[in-house]
């Protein structure tokens, strides 16, 4: 008991200045603990921002967008050193509620993730998030395949398909009303095969930009393809043309066309089928043309079922062209010594009647031709069984006639009017005589004879008859005579 009392004593004793020592003690160590682990705020960025209860928005038909500037955000965090130290940007969330949206506008709330009882505050640097909000649009597209790389040597790519075809987009009317099509992409590079893959679908606008997906809802995001992978060949093209140009003009050189074959594919049956197209000449028709004459056609239209054009975009139009120029005339001078005579009878000679050296002769062509032709190469003929016909004779006696010539011309030039030549015919034309035709002589000979007695007795007949009938007659006058007398 004793011990006590004198405990307490000892406490209660200098009371005042014990309760300042106690004082100034705690305060003492508070100005060291603020020393050495103060409160501080500390800035974090960026941080993303979240949207919830976004299918408010949806089932109301509109679409919305946080606007560039509220995507991500800076805050600042006030905590004692130590927990800042422990701190990092992933250890806070910040969300806007679209329950709360006003206007174009939405609060950003900011939470941390770790040591929220030992942070005293957090404060985003801008308190709202814009939002850009609009109509929701759906449309459907069809998926295009689209083979990338290069088939080898020999190959092309054939028919292509997908389990599914189509893809529903949904979102902001302003980015769905920019796609274009939807398109996935096959490698086609060493393949000979046929190709079996799954592919992600890709959005594409009208100028061949993707399109930012990020926004958007698909139906499905990926869809098998199949890729048939078929043999190529090289075929012939066959064009031709029908009619003929205006009088006076001529086709210059032969049908013109833009490329004679082309590389096709097709599957191995197809193409055992097919060495040639031909295109219908009349499609190049040329009546009473005066100028050049030209058709372009699409090569693609001609080919058979089965059988595709290895490249789609290569220039398939085909260009045939067909040139018409207008006739030239000239006159040249062909020496007689080129002239020969043909079909002499035996027993004739032909020869010029005249000196006559060269024979004039008017012909025409093209431009080309006729400056090309030289009169001393070409030679002619005078044909004298045609010189019979001509007179309307079987055969001739020596004389003087006048025959027209036939001259051999280079092609594509032709003889104006056969020129005249004076023909001089010597001799005696042998006729040939058969047996047949001697038995024949000799039959309407007896026959003539016959007819010349036979003649004769029929006018020895007639005299005498004649004569009895002028006896007859005078008898006649004289009885009349008589009979007026008395």
Same mark, same amino acid.
């Given at each position: 008991?004793?011990?006590?009392k ?8 200098? %009371?005042?200045?014990?309760l300042?020592?106690l004082?100034l003690? =705690?305060?003492?160590w508070?100005? #060291? ?6 409160v501080?705020t500390?800035p ?5 921002v979240?949207? #919830?209860?976004?299918?408010?928005m949806e ?6 967008e ?5 995507r991500?955000? $800076? &805050?600042s965090?006030k905590a004692e050193?130590? @927990?800042?130290?422990?701190?990092s940007?992933?250890?806070f ?5 679209m329950e709360?949206? +006003?206007?174009?506008r939405v609060p ?7 040591y929220a009882d030992?942070?005293q ?11 850009? =909000? ?7 597209y069809?998926?295009?395949? =689209?083979?990338?790389?290069e088939a080898?040597d020999?190959y ?7 389990t599914?075809n @189509?893809v529903r987009?949904s $979102? ?5 009303? /920019?796609i274009d ?5 096959? !490698?086609?590079? !060493? ?9 992600? &679908?890709?959005l594409?606008d009208? !100028?061949g930009? /993707?399109?930012d997906?990020?926004t958007?809802? %698909? ?5 098998? @393809?199949? #890729?048939?992978?078929?043999?190529t ?6 064009a031709g043309y029908?009619g003929?140009?205006a009088?006076?003009?001529? @086709?210059s050189?032969t049908?013109k066309?833009? %490329?004679?074959?082309?590389?096709v ?7 055992d089928e097919?060495?040639?197209?031909t295109? *219908?000449?009349?499609?190049?028709n040329i009546?009473?043309a ?5 058709? /372009?056609v699409s090569?693609a $239209?001609y080919?058979?079922?089965?059988i595709?054009?290895v490249?789609?975009? +290569? ?7 067909v040139?018409? +120029? ?6 040249i001078?062909v020496?007689v010594s080129?002239?020969a ?5 035996e027993g ?9 050296a060269?024979v004039?002769v008017?012909?025409?062509g ?8 030289n009169?001393?190469?070409?030679? $002619?003929t005078?044909d004298i069984t045609?010189l ?8 001739l006696?020596a004389n003087v006639?006048?025959s027209?010539v #036939? %001259?051999?011309?280079? /092609?594509g030039?032709?003889?104006?009017t !056969? *020129?005249?030549?004076s ?5 005696e ?7 047949n035709?001697?038995?024949?002589a000799?039959?309407e ?7 010349s007695?036979?003649?004769n ?8 008859e004649?004569s009895?009938?002028?006896a007859?007659?005078?008898?006649a006058?004289e009885?009349?005579?008589d009979?007026?007398?008395?």
């Amino acid at each position: 008991m004793t011990t006590l009392k004198a405990f307490l004593k000892k406490i209660t004793e200098n %009371f005042s200045l014990k309760l300042l020592s106690l004082g100034l003690a =705690v305060l003492l160590w508070i100005v #060291v603990v603020s020393i050495d682990n103060p409160v501080m705020t500390l800035p974090f960025s960026p941080i993303t921002v979240d949207v #919830v209860n976004a299918d408010i928005m949806e089932s109301d038909g509109k679409a919305f967008e946080l606007s560039d500037s509220s995507r991500s955000i $800076g &805050i600042s965090v006030k905590a004692e050193r130590s @927990v800042l130290s422990e701190l990092s940007r992933d250890d806070f969330v910040a969300t806007v509620d679209m329950e709360n949206i +006003e206007g174009n506008r939405v609060p950003i709330e900011v939470k941390a993730t770790r040591y929220a009882d030992k942070i005293q505050s957090i404060t985003p640097r801008q308190k709202y998030a814009t939002v850009m =909000v609009e109509n929701l649009k759906s449309q459907q597209y069809k998926i295009q395949v =689209v083979t990338t790389g290069e088939a080898p040597d020999g190959y092309a790519v054939g028919n292509s398909s997908l389990t599914t075809n @189509v893809v529903r987009v949904s $979102g902001p009317e302003s980015i769905v009303s /920019t796609i274009d099509r939807a398109e996935v992409h096959v !490698n086609v590079s !060493n393949m000979t095969s046929e190709i079996h893959s799954i592919e992600k &679908i890709i959005l594409y606008d009208k !100028n061949g930009s /993707t399109v930012d997906a990020s926004t958007l809802t %698909f139906s499905i995001t990926e869809t098998e @393809v199949k #890729v048939e992978m078929w043999k190529t060949k090289e075929i012939s093209v066959k064009a031709g043309y029908t009619g003929n140009p205006a009088a006076g003009y001529a @086709v210059s050189g032969t049908l013109k066309q833009s %490329f004679s074959s082309i590389l096709v594919k097709g599957t191995d049956s197809a193409l055992d089928e097919i060495s040639s197209i031909t295109v *219908p000449s009349n499609l190049v028709n040329i009546d009473g043309a005066t100028s050049k004459v030209t058709k /372009t056609v699409s090569i693609a $239209g001609y080919l058979p079922s089965g059988i595709y054009l290895v490249d789609s975009d +290569e220039d398939t139009e085909l260009a045939l062209t067909v040139n018409v +120029e207008a006739l030239q005339a000239k006159e040249i001078e062909v020496p007689v010594s080129n002239i020969a005579f043909v079909n002499v009878p035996e027993g004739l000679t032909a020869s010029f009647a005249d000196n006559t050296a060269s024979v004039k002769v008017a012909v025409t062509g093209l431009a080309a031709d006729i400056a090309n032709i030289n009169a001393a190469a070409v030679t $002619g003929t005078v044909d004298i069984t045609a010189l019979k016909q001509q007179k309307g004779v079987d055969t001739l006696t020596a004389n003087v006639y006048d025959s027209s010539v #036939v %001259f051999s011309l280079p /092609t594509g030039v032709t003889q104006g009017t !056969n *020129p005249t030549v004076s023909v001089l015919i010597q001799g005696e034309e042998k006729v040939e005589v058969s047996d047949n035709n001697a038995d024949t002589a000799e039959s309407e000979n007896d026959s003539s004879e016959e007819t010349s007695d036979h003649s004769n007795e029929n006018s020895e007949n007639n005299s005498e008859e004649k004569s009895d009938d002028g006896a007859q007659e005078a008898d006649a006058e004289e009885a009349n005579s008589d009979a007026d007398s008395e």
